[in-house]
């Protein structure tokens, strides 16, 4: 993989983890109430949209570096993402990582790896 | 909140999986790809094209349902169904063959998520686990949670 690729995939990477994480945010938030109510405040704060913008940009991302490699990279991908994103919960918003929620993520990552590799 | 979690989850996977398969419709409808504007013409006649963004509004709304009281990691990690229901589904509606790897990699995501469900308390055992939790001041936990155990 050259530069560019290099740099695609740490996009697409830190745009996913950093989108989901503001999602988290905007749809964890406890002050937001319930339904219109509660999207009416999401919209009035910025991290739906910063997740938003995250996405557009990831999008444009993942586009680019899809047009330089095989799309089983990609599914090999969605892989790193989920531990990223679960270190990430664990460190902002403080998730406990139970033995079963370890056993779980792992062997859900690892088969996104291998369905990734195996196509 | 189990049944919540199984709704919700179910309701993502259909929705992902019908947006994916509908992308592939609307490509191979409007085949050969060309940078023009006849080109996104055709994509945008295909019925196709419709499904995948009704697909794509109903998971973001539903994932931002899910996101209000499920932890993120072992949520994004249990949205990767779809790559299970993906595969099946490609496999026997448009003939692609599956590599032995990616069987073995479908039934991982499958046991994966069967652990994560074990793993989320029942309501009851929630709740005296978040009274164990206060009696030790244990540190904070994630706001979704405690909500879910409040609430019922």
């Not at chain 2, 069987?103 to 029942?122: H, K, N, R, S, W």
């Amino acid at each position: 993989m050259n530069a560019l690729v290099w740099s695609l995939w740490t996009a697409t990477v830190l745009l996913d983890t950093g989108g989901q994480l503001a999602f988290k945010a905007a749809a964890g938030d406890p002050e937001a109430g319930d339904g219109l109510a509660r999207w009416k405040h999401m919209l009035s704060r910025p991290w739906l949209w910063i997740g938003g913008a995250c996405y557009v940009l990831e999008f444009l991302a993942w586009i680019a570096f899809l047009s330089l490699v095989p799309l089983g990279r990609g599914v090999l991908l969605g892989s790193i993402n989920i531990v990223a994103i679960m270190l990430a919960g664990r460190w902002l918003f403080g998730e406990k990582l139970t033995p079963w929620r370890l056993a779980g993520m792992g062997l859900i990552g690892a088969g996104v790896a291998m369905v990734g590799a195996g196509a | 909140m189990k049944r919540f979690y199984l709704i919700g989850f179910a309701l993502l996977m259909g929705f992902d999986t019908l947006a994916q398969l509908s992308f592939k419709h609307a490509g191979a409808g409007a085949f050969p790809p060309e940078a023009s504007v006849e080109w996104l013409l055709r994509l945008l006649a295909q019925p196709w094209l419709y499904g995948a963004l009704l697909g794509y509004i109903g998971a973001f709304f539903t994932w931002m349902s899910l996101l209000k009281h499920a932890p993120i990691g072992p949520a994004f990690a249990a949205s990767h169904l779809e790559v299970v229901s993906v595969l099946a589904l490609s496999a026997w509606l448009f003939g692609e063959r599956l590599s032995s790897l990616q069987i073995a990699g479908a039934a991982a995501i499958v046991a994966g998520i069967v652990c994560l469900a074990m793993g989320e308390p029942d309501d009851a055992e929630s709740g005296s686990e978040r009274a164990a939790q206060l009696a030790v001041g244990a540190e904070r936990k994630d706001a979704g949670e405690a909500d879910g155990g409040a609430a019922h």
